[in-house]
């Protein structure tokens, strides 16, 4: 590998939840009189924490959503995710040599670390996902876009942000990762390329990250 570290984003990466939990997100919100459409729950709050959910309806209504919101959504998600959820096609076999070839990795989530087990769990990744592995925004004040989860798993794992390579699925991220100073792959097999702007790469098939990422001059080489 030609970076220190590999930090993943969890969901839409590892994880093949994005299509389950925008379309509930979608549902949860027109029901509780907010029409919101798939595609909107893609646009508008993919690869973000739940506080843009709160913010942008807010913001677009002046109405509040429910204290409950959260728990209602998420106990809706994990539910869904124990009958659905998959990992992503490839990231078993790209975890599986990175860790046989002693390579750090992580990964850095908009999502709960509830959030982060569960989906783990249920797919079986859970074995290669420590705790000492595992960051979420709640570790930091502030999501995605902002570059604070990355710096702060760098920072965890004993790497410097030029020496680290993000992989990201979702537009947010990938402006987070930049502003982190970090090189970031875009992931395309849910979001066109020309959305991911700022990415280093751009890969449509997990299979092609290792291949890719050994192909890479190191930063600063």
């Not at 994990?78 to 070839?101: C, H, I």
């Not at 390579?103 to 989906?119: L, N, T």
């Not at 570059?147 to 537009?171: I, K, N, Q, W």
Request: contains cysteine; negative net charge; aromatic residues 8%.
């Amino acid at each position: 590998m030609r970076y220190d570290l590999v930090i993943f984003d969890n969901d839409g990466v590892l994880v093949d939840s994005e299509p389950i939990s925008n379309g509930l997100l979608a549902a949860y919100l027109t029901e509780l009189g907010h029409p919101t459409s798939y595609e909107d729950s893609i646009r508008d709050y993919m690869g973000s924490a739940m506080h843009r959910v709160h913010d942008l309806v807010e913001e677009r209504t002046g109405q509040r959503l429910p204290a409950d919101f959260d728990d209602i959504f998420h106990a809706r998600v994990f539910a869904a995710f124990e009958r659905e959820l998959k990992p992503v096609a490839g990231a078993v076999d790209v975890l599986e040599r990175l860790a046989a070839d002693g390579v750090p990795y992580c990964v850095a989530s908009s999502g709960s670390h509830e959030r982060i087990r569960v989906g783990h769990r249920t797919t079986g990744l859970d074995r290669w996902f420590g705790d000492e592995r595992i960051f979420s925004s709640q570790d930091v004040g502030r999501g995605k876009p902002a570059p604070d989860l990355f710096l702060h798993a760098a920072e965890r794992m004993g790497s410097t942000p030029e020496r680290c390579v993000v992989v990201e699925d979702s537009p947010l991220g990938v402006q987070a990762a930049v502003a982190a100073g970090m090189d970031v792959y875009g992931f395309t097999a849910m979001t066109p390329g020309e959305k991911l702007a700022g990415a280093t790469r751009l890969f449509g098939d997990m299979r092609e990250l290792l291949p890719l990422l050994a192909a890479e001059e190191r930063p600063g080489s």
